[in-house]
Nanobody, 129 residues
């Protein structure tokens, strides 16, 4: 069973950048698509990005396209989310999640949170001056 630890969150000024990491343990990360989600206070958990097991396909929410980049290093069992040009609207707890899926096209379309089997505990991102 996969377990995740997210890190890299913190306080950043508007326009700044952060890189989140999602480190897996328990089994290999290969053959798993990984998603990033976020949840702000009083709001639903929303999908941010998805990356297929081999990084052949990725997907981004419209609100982060052009600013966020997802990547992965299966040898290190880690998935990353580079976040640039952050705004207060990006402030939330960010979660990574995984689902077993060997399809390179797994993330051509957005993947709903209900399809993920494994979740991390989240890391807080605060954007404020």
């Amino acid at each position: 069973q996969l377990q995740f630890v997210e890190s890299g969150g913190g306080l950043v000024q508007p326009g700044g950048s952060l890189r989140l990491s999602c480190a897996a343990s328990g089994e290999i990360l290969d053959w798993h698509a990984v998603g990033w989600f976020r949840q702000a206070p009083g709001k639903e958990r929303e999908a941010v990005s998805c990356i297929s097991y081999d990084a052949s396909s990725t997907n981004y929410a419209d609100s982060v396209k052009g600013r966020f980049t997802v990547s992965r290093d299966n040898a290190k069992k880690t998935v990353y989310l580079q976040m640039n040009s952050l705004s207060p609207e990006d402030a939330a707890v960010y979660y990574c999640a995984a689902k077993w899926d060997p399809d390179p096209a797994a993330c051509v379309e957005p993947v709903g949170k209900g399809r993920y089997q494994y979740w991390g505990q989240g890391t807080q991102v605060t954007v404020s001056s």
